[in-house]
């Protein structure tokens, strides 16, 4: 039913449970870990800046994919996540991938592409995982994260000019 979407998930949902299960093959990354890993840094990235107020601030996943990683801030407390993805199919599946392993989903999910998300999805925290470099427009995408955010604005990417960085801050 879950693989009827789409390919099933890149994300570690439960161990046994993703599509791509890449052995020790010299020059093939290991997405799961690499994506492990990537959580981790950013979780504790706002553990450490926001601490005990983090209940007090919202928090918006740009590009959430199934959820994976939207599920697993909205598990922190955040005053409110909202997670969006441009693919229905993708949503869906996440929804079916939750439903499966009973996990309760938190978030709330807004269908929309980066471009034409709206003001009323502004929040103070905004994370962007592997995303921006799929866009037609670097710069245009990144103006549009820091419209969309009011204090903290995270990305992840394989690629970003230099000349978008702005300040030590960004």
Not at 108 to 134: A, M, R
Not at 151 to 163: Q, T
Request: hydrophobic share 35%; net charge positive; proline share 2%.
């Amino acid at each position: 039913d879950v693989n009827s979407l789409g390919r099933f998930s890149m994300s570690p949902w439960k161990s046994d449970i993703h599509e791509i299960n890449y052995k020790n093959v010299k020059g093939i990354p290991n997405w799961i870990k690499l994506k492990k890993n990537q959580e981790k840094v950013i979780i504790d990235f706002l553990i450490k800046k926001l601490g005990s107020r983090i209940n007090k601030f919202d928090l918006h996943d740009v590009g959430c994919n199934d959820g994976y990683f939207t599920e697993k801030l909205a598990n922190y407390n955040f005053k409110k996540v909202i997670g969006s993805e441009p693919r229905k199919e993708t949503i869906l599946r996440g929804k079916k991938i939750r439903n499966l392993l009973k996990i309760k989903t938190k978030a709330h999910y807004v269908l929309s592409d980066l471009g034409n998300l709206k003001e009323k999805y502004k929040t103070d925290i905004v994370t962007c995982c592997g995303v921006i470099h799929h866009t037609n427009s670097v710069e245009q995408s990144f103006n549009k994260l820091l419209g969309l955010t009011k204090k903290i604005l995270i990305i992840e990417s394989e690629f970003l000019p230099n000349y978008l960085m702005k300040n030590k801050e960004i």
